[in-house]
């Protein structure tokens, strides 16, 4: 950039200024979806060992209940999450302010009434029964003409961009924002338009699923730790002449992988064929990935006890790491015969969703949010009970899920055992994961009424600007 | 990276590539796949569902059911979906010609239902027992997780009225109490008809050969 410092910080102001109602509205629509999903999500878990747990009213069977959780979580706080992230940082690193913003307003109501008719949809009884495309038809255009908005506007933010070098966090962004609306209008038309026959359906969908949780959310907690870690530690990204390959590698590798999570499934085996290789493939972005990110935090791991932040994208990396290696054993036929179906299945999808992508939005947001709205957090405690609830809630979850998972298929794997004694087996797991989702939806509240303090008027003393310590400069890199 | 323009050409194709490598190259291989004519019945396999099942389908559909089963047989020798009575076979692509929407399902947390209907394996499971299943789970399988679905019956007293033919044979522990019947609803009835039609017992010739695994070549053999 050809500014002073004091210039710059003057534009990081500005442009933080231009985004500020946007991203605070938007966030506070994700805030909101992310409690309902959460206590819809825990009345679901509730009810795997407790069957009687609302059982008696149509609206709240499990079978309506779960999805409408999982929809609730994905589309309104995940997408809402991402949304606000990916439209701050796309201005910020394009050094150009958010214009117009207005129509940020109207494209996230559109799409929080869309998400709001699609969940509530799922429960009335409209549900398509394709995971993570339950939503009735008709909110189809009014999500996609809502995110059309939204992408417009982070690309246009992109296009008239006042800096030379394009950066890593600014690639992921950009191709997240082409690949869902892309990903989901194949899938609707592919599957309820024009719908493809048999054992396609099956196969579009686990395109959809995988693009989605690869193409989508991945690249947005990507976009996160590759901005967030040179910020907070003062220095670039280590090895960084890799995250090219490892950018265009991963998006390639991904979008093949989806195929994997049909082996066994009645199609042609090429599919899990080709998945599986795609998902070998997908261990040299991972390892290029690992050396930009923990290289970048190598020998300064010190400076995770002085950064909220970084200890929710340190916590969001290693779950990246993780859910790798699920996709790469899932992908092994001798592992998925055991494994699939099973607890342990459904957790690689949700180290992906909740335990990379959400635990990146948190950090970001305890970045970002002091930043906007000119305020220190104003409980420090209840930052920690946050942090404390994600990482021991997410630790226990991820490890008692993975034993209970594998427990699980080798019973079902042994004809000798009935199938009601697997059920009384996984009772206790199925009971220590409502535990879990409890603890995860504690810090949620935590996270909440901070947030309320700090983005309401009414509870901020004056507008002065809070003291906020400027991140180190960066040293100038050679791209 | 700093031209634009190149970067959404390879967005566009990363994606494109992946559409069509997939998603279009499956649809010209199996897009086309017809019912198979026996020779011996002439009759097109696999069968359609009778209507009052495809009203069913809807409901399976949108009570969910998808969320806890699967509808896929895994063939013999991976997995023991067959051993555990699942199907009498692995389940072939042909199959779910009959399915106007597929519900493969990823989860096992309730059996397989791909043959639910299949009274050779099931002997017990007339519409009876799936009634019995759905208004109270725990009359048929004792320690069965599975919710109860009892919005899908009416509850109505027996004095004063003949008897329906439908009522639940249901037993004293589960019954909603004495001088009362419970009836299947219209859903419910759909909901077994469909329950009841998922079977796939016709073998296919054509299929048979297809699916099996290639013989192991012999050791030092050419």
């Known amino acids: ?479 | 990276m700093r031209n634009g323009l190149a970067l959404f050409f390879g967005v566009f194709a990363a994606l494109v590539l992946s559409w069509a490598g997939l998603l279009l190259t499956a649809q010209r291989q199996i897009g086309r796949l017809s019912q198979f004519k026996d020779p011996a019945d002439e009759i097109l396999y696999p069968q359609p569902m009778p209507g009052l099942a495809n009203q069913g389908r809807l409901v399976y559909q949108d009570l969910g059911c998808a969320t806890c089963h699967t509808q896929q047989v895994r063939r013999e020798g991976f997995g023991s979906d067959v051993a555990r009575k699942w199907g009498q076979r692995g389940g072939y692509a042909r199959d779910y010609l009959r399915d106007e929407t597929v519900f493969l399902g990823s989860n096992r947390l309730g059996p397989d239902l791909r043959n639910a209907g299949n009274t050779e394996l099931h002997p017990y499971a007339d519409a009876g027992y799936f009634y019995q299943l759905l208004y109270a789970p725990a009359s048929v399988t004792p320690g069965s997780l599975m919710p109860a679905h009892p919005f899908l019956f009416d509850v109505h007293p027996v004095a004063g009225r003949q008897p329906s033919a439908h009522a639940l044979r249901l037993p004293s522990r589960f019954s909603p109490g004495p001088g009362l019947e419970v009836v299947p609803t219209a859903r419910a009835q759909a909901l077994v008809a469909y329950l009841q039609g998922l079977k796939d017992t016709y073998d296919y010739p054509v299929e048979r050969s297809r699916n099996a695994p290639a013989a192991q070549p012999k050791e030092g053999g050419h």
């Open chain 1, 1 to 479: 950039m050809n500014f002073t410092d004091t210039n710059g910080r003057t534009e990081q102001m500005e442009i933080d200024a231009s985004a500020k109602w946007p991203v605070l509205f938007i966030f506070t629509h994700a805030l909101a979806w992310l409690i309902v999903g959460g206590a819809l999500e825990l009345a679901a878990a509730i009810q795997l060992h407790t069957p009687d747990f609302l059982a008696d009213c149509a609206w709240f069977t499990h079978g309506r209940l779960a999805p409408a959780a999982q929809n609730a979580l994905v589309y309104g706080w995940g997408f809402n999450a991402a949304f606000a992230f990916g439209l701050w940082l796309m201005a910020r690193l394009s050094a150009t302010t958010l214009r117009h913003g207005g129509w940020l307003f109207v494209a996230a109501k559109f799409w929080n009434i869309g998400v709001f008719l699609g969940v509530a949809g799922i429960l009335a009884g409209y549900s398509t029964s394709f995971e993570l495309l339950e939503m009735p038809r008709f909110v189809t255009f009014l999500l996609l003409a809502a995110y059309a908005i939204v992408g417009v506007w982070s690309v246009t933010t992109f296009s008239i961009r006042n800096t030379e070098n394009v950066f890593a966090s600014q690639w992921y962004l950009f191709g997240a924002a082409f690949w869902f609306p892309w990903l989901y209008a194949v899938a609707q038309v592919m599957l309820f338009r024009a719908p493809v026959r048999g054992v396609l359906q099956p196969v579009v969908h686990a395109w959809y699923v995988n693009g989605l949780y690869g193409l989508w959310f991945v690249p947005v907690a990507l976009a996160a730790a590759y901005y967030l870690l040179p910020k907070i530690l003062g220095k670039p990204i280590a090895h960084y002449y890799l995250a090219p390959l490892a950018f265009w590698w991963l998006a390639i590798a991904t979008a093949f992988a989806g195929g994997s999570r049909l082996i066994g499934a009645p199609v042609p085996v090429w599919i899990p064929t080709l998945g599986t290789v795609a998902n070998f493939m997908l261990v040299v972005p991972v390892v290029l990935i690992g050396l930009n990110l923990f290289g970048t935090l190598a020998g300064r791991y010190a400076s995770l006890s002085g950064s909220m932040t970084l200890r929710f994208v340190f916590v969001s990396m290693l779950a990246f790491v993780l859910a790798s290696v699920c996709n790469f054993a899932f992908a092994l036929r001798g592992v998925a015969e055991t494994v699939q179906f099973t607890l342990l299945y459904g957790l690689r999808d949700w180290l992906l969703f909740y335990a990379c992508f959400s635990t990146a939005m948190f950090g970001a947001a305890y970045f970002i949010l002091p930043r906007l709205t000119g305020h220190e957090w104003r409980s420090p405690a209840l930052v920690r009970i946050h942090l404390g609830a994600t990482v021991l809630g997410v630790g226990l979850l991820t490890g008692g899920l993975a034993w209970a998972g594998w427990q699980q298929g080798r019973l079902l794997h042994d004809p000798a055992v009935a199938f009601t004694d697997i059920a009384r087996a996984m009772t206790p797991w199925l009971a220590f994961r409502t535990g879990g989702l409890a603890l995860l939806l504690l810090g949620h509240a935590a996270f909440l009424i901070n947030f309320v303090l700090i983005a309401c008027p009414v509870f901020s003393p004056g507008t002065a600007p809070a003291q906020i310590n400027p991140p180190p400069a960066l040293e100038v890199l050679k791209a």
